[in-house]
């Protein structure tokens, strides 16, 4: 069974369903792409829309095409976490200590372990900070160290744009992450940058003010070396489930969130550190061996879709929408998506048609996309990819968004495009 929103339930054929001939819906949306391409002819399409009970290709238009996905690469993201790691995997954070404990005094050292948790917060740290003291520890005789091996030291992947990164979309990524800022090494190559433009955390500032807020002194320094084999538990923070924070990546379309999945699959799949090259390698293995997508065929080189170098046709969309319809997880992929009208990123979009739609966008200069699930109300569903790449807004846009044009300077040329498409496809069966 398949289910978007409240209103996708058991398919039915898609050839008989109110009357409606699946020939005249493939004359429509050809009817309405080509006035599309007609309003701005250096925009470059590509759509592809499939029902997904018959498995059949009801519309193709340049879905063989590489096209640069933005935010949609998330689908990608969330359906290999999900495989990967499962809908119950919960990162840790895990706080340890060495030497031995005498009275009040350990005489030796703490050590932080990340694992890639996007979501841990100040709060969350003091918490285990404060456990130290619950340990009736009232003086640190070695030091704190910070262990960040999970992941490299790479915050950013290649093909991100240098303007971007003060961004507040643009969070590095790093193995131990406080209230969304990395924690790095000092001989990081960004160290300095971040430091001085506050996108990192100042560890030893903050270790430092946790430890005194407990009435912890520490006679030595904050530094950043990996935990050693002897040491020993003193507590753990775990994240909640990746289905609950699944839906803050997709609906959100957080990218912090997204790239720490994409290098946490790396270093479960291939080995700590994990990298973006090993993130790379795990998905483009995963659409080989489940997909039967050639590795040659895409590029992919982060999570959440910010890389510029990424290239997906609308036919691997849609290919990965289908494939994962078919998995024990579906439901958790499909409640993590916007809901039309609803939630998340089309929470003000297709307002006509609510809870009809749920799909992920993509956003960057020049490109957008949207790809996910749409049912027309009939029980009816299709799996769709809408990419659109070189547009250049506003635009003079034919029928309904020729009227938002003459009323709305600086119309979303984008969003007009992808919204009556899918609204389109939702009415097409009730006249």
């Known amino acids: 069974m398949y289910r978007v929103g409240v209103v996708m339930a058991v398919l039915l054929p898609w050839s008989a369903i109110n009357g409606y001939d699946v020939k005249d819906l493939q004359l429509s949306v050809k009817e309405f792409l080509h006035s599309i391409e007609k309003a701005d002819r250096q925009a470059h399409i590509g759509v592809e829309l499939i029902s997904l009970d018959q498995k059949t290709v009801i519309y193709q238009k340049n879905a063989y095409h590489l096209f640069t996905p933005a935010s949609v690469t998330k689908l990608f993201t969330g359906a290999l976490a999900l495989k990967t790691l499962g809908p119950d995997y919960q990162f840790e954070t895990t706080l340890m200590m060495d030497g031995s404990k005498k009275g009040s005094t350990l005489n030796g050292s703490l050590y932080l372990k990340g694992s890639g948790d996007p979501s841990l917060t100040v709060v969350d740290l003091e918490k285990l900070i404060a456990s130290v003291a619950r340990a009736g520890i009232k003086t640190i005789k070695g030091s704190v160290h910070i262990d960040v091996s999970t992941f490299d030291d790479a915050l950013f992947a290649a093909g991100y744009f240098l303007d971007d990164l003060e961004e507040s979309w643009n969070s590095p990524v790093s193995a131990l992450m406080v209230n969304r800022k990395p924690v790095i090494a000092e001989a990081n190559r960004y160290a300095s940058w971040l430091c001085h433009k506050r996108i990192a955390c ?137 809901l039309s009208a609803v939630d998340g990123t089309l929470k003000e979009r297709m307002l006509e048609i609510p809870m009809m739609v749920r799909a992920k966008t993509g956003t960057l200069p020049g490109v957008s996309a949207l790809a996910g699930y749409v049912t027309d109300g009939e029980k009816n569903i299709m799996a769709f990819c809408a990419f659109t790449n070189g547009f250049i807004p506003p635009l003079s846009m034919p029928g309904t968004l020729a009227t938002k044009c003459s009323k709305q300077e600086g119309v979303n040329f984008k969003v007009d495009f992808e919204d009556e498409f899918c609204k389109l496809l939702v009415l097409a069966n009730n006249g």
């Open 202 to 338: 100042n560890t030893q500032e903050l270790i430092t003010s946790l430890l005194k807020k407990e009435g912890i002194a520490l006679n030595g320094t904050v530094s950043i070396a990996e935990v050693p084999v002897k040491a020993k538990v003193v507590a753990r923070h775990v994240s909640e489930p990746l289905a609950m924070l699944l839906k803050q990546m997709e609906k959100s379309s957080d990218n912090l969130y997204a790239d720490a999945f994409f290098k946490k699959i790396a270093s479960v799949r291939f080995g700590v550190p994990g990298t973006w090259q090993k993130g790379s390698q795990a998905l483009k293995s995963f659409l080989y061996e489940d997909l039967g997508i050639s590795p040659s065929a895409i590029i992919i080189e982060d999570g959440s879709g910010r890389s510029r170098y990424n290239a997906i046709a609308p036919h691997h969309v849609v290919s990965l929408l289908r494939w994962i319809a078919h998995q024990p997880y579906f439901n958790t992929f499909l409640e993590s998506l916007p």
